[in-house]
């Protein structure tokens, strides 16, 4: 079975620009969750999404926005890019739902690395 | 803000040694779970373990937890050049809408070398 998917793999975009990442869960799973990975940083929650309603936010601004359709994939939109964005943008997917399943590991893709010039 | 802490930050060790990796966190958890992300690439799911177990163990890793102390470690049996990578432990939380979210300490990067 193919494991999560997201694309581009690489991404230059220069200050102001806006992105779309997008992402591929593996088959049967509904939740889709986004991180941003700084260089020699651990990943940092941005967004979950579920049956495509937003379930949960990091500490993001509103710049960083998301949607899931109705295949379950997603897609990660960050407008007015800064500097700062400059990550590795990893989407995991789960079969993770409700409270009684959290005990679930999450499926990470390769990431989608983005550079701000 | 990150949940957890890995000490060391960095461990270089030779093929056939063994690996510690520790990692301490501030908040009541539900699980506590391990990654491992080589350079560039996607993390790994290396082993999940729930507030109310003690130890576990897959092939060459086993995993503590101390809920007590609010740490966990990972320790790798008889390392080899391929376990390179940088390793991860994350908490296991909810969002405010009641689903599943990870908080991720910032890593241990191991070298093995051969």
């Known amino acids: 079975d193919a494991g999560v998917t997201q694309s581009p793999t690489h991404l230059i975009k220069t200050r102001g620009q806006h992105v779309t990442l997008r992402c591929s869960p593996i088959?049967?799973?509904?939740?889709v969750s986004w991180y941003q990975q700084v260089l020699g940083q651990g990943p940092q929650f941005i967004f979950q999404y579920y049956e495509k309603e937003e379930r949960g936010r990091g500490n993001f601004p509103d710049r960083f926005s998301a949607r899931q359709f109705p295949n379950y994939s997603s897609e990660l939109n960050v407008n007015a890019l800064l500097l700062g964005d400059s990550a590795l943008y990893l989407c995991?997917?789960?079969?993770?739902?409700?409270?009684?399943?959290?005990?679930?590991?999450?499926?990470f893709g390769d990431g989608t690395r983005l550079s701000i010039l | 803000s990150q949940q957890g802490e890995e000490d060391p930050q960095a461990l270089s060790i030779q093929e056939g040694e063994n690996a510690t990796m520790n990692c301490s966190y501030k908040t009541s958890i539900n699980n506590l779970q391990w990654y491992r992300q080589n350079s560039g690439r996607g993390l790994v799911h290396l082993i999940l373990i729930r507030s109310n177990e003690r130890e576990k163990h897959s092939g060459r890793l086993r995993v503590t937890l101390d809920t007590s102390k609010k740490s966990s470690s990972l320790l790798i049996t008889a390392s080899r050049a391929a376990d390179t990578a940088s390793y991860f432990c994350a908490t296991g939380a909810l969002t405010s809408g009641g689903y599943n979210k990870l908080i991720f300490g910032a890593g241990t990067r191991l070298a093995v070398h051969p």
């Open positions: 995991a997917s789960s079969l993770a739902r409700v409270q009684g399943q959290r005990n679930q590991p999450q499926h």
């Open positions: 088959s049967g799973h509904k939740s």
